[in-house]
């Protein structure tokens, strides 16, 4: 199975702040990678899928980058509603797996 | 509007067995991926099972032999059957949608709470 790491797995921002996540895949996953965002006691919302395409709906301050190995999710200015936690999701091949996530709290 | 309701969750002891439901609406069910994903208490996202449009079935390693994932296109319902249950079952189920047949999950139901325990 491909394994997936995230880091951090906890981030301490502002309001405004620009913040980035890393996913790192254990082989290479091309561009198959989306990303979530969940909010307590909430289900996930799709955010970016296939590595950097902005999921409709989700703000522009979004942006996801990457292909192979490494990729990251960045918010370019972090606001109130952005507070939650992040997954990386490959889905290359069977098993699907998401990486640990990364909690964004407020500084 | 597609909408996923999940529904059969409860509490059950080890051993025991449940099945869960997923009544699906809003957008054509039969040309979807269907997929269940778990979330322990406090832990993160772990895909568990998906049916294809064409009826291929994949599951992640720790469930096989025990759960089994079907669909019923003509009443839009995804199911999980979920035998010999254990204590690190109990989660959060949750059933998504595969976009256009892929594994990108664009749509996701509320969850359903499933806890093993005597």
């Known amino acids: 199975d491909i394994q997936m790491t995230q880091s951090p797995s906890t981030l301490s921002a502002s309001v405004g702040d620009r913040v980035t996540i890393t996913c790192r895949a254990s082989q290479s996953i091309s561009s198959w990678l989306a990303w979530y965002q969940q909010k307590p006691g909430k289900a996930p919302n799709l955010l970016i899928y296939?590595?950097?395409s902005l999921e409709s709906g989700v703000p522009s301050r979004f942006s996801g980058s990457g292909s192979g190995t490494e990729f990251t999710l960045t918010i370019s200015s972090l606001q109130p509603d952005d507070f939650a936690t992040y997954y990386c999701q490959q889905y290359h091949s069977y098993s699907l797996t998401f990486g640990g996530g990364t909690k964004v709290e407020i500084k | 509007e597609v909408q996923l309701v999940e529904s059969g969750g409860g509490l059950v002891k080890p051993g025991g067995s449940l099945r869960l439901s997923c009544a699906a609406s809003?957008?054509?069910?039969?040309?979807?991926?269907m997929n269940w994903v778990r979330q322990a208490p406090g832990k993160g996202l772990e895909w568990v099972a998906c049916?294809?449009?064409?009826?291929?079935?994949y599951y992640t390693d720790s469930v096989k032999g025990r759960f089994t994932i079907s669909r019923d296109n003509a009443k839009n319902s995804l199911y999980l059957q979920m035998n010999s249950l254990r204590a690190e079952d109990t989660a959060v189920y949750y059933c998504?949608?595969?976009?256009?047949?892929?594994?990108?999950?664009?749509?996701w139901g509320q969850g359903t709470l499933v806890t093993v325990s005597s």
């Open positions: 296939k590595a950097s």
């Open positions: 049916t294809t449009s064409t009826t291929y079935i």
């Open positions: 998504a949608r595969g976009r256009a047949d892929s594994e990108i999950f664009d749509y």
């Open positions: 809003g957008f054509t069910f039969s040309t979807s991926s």
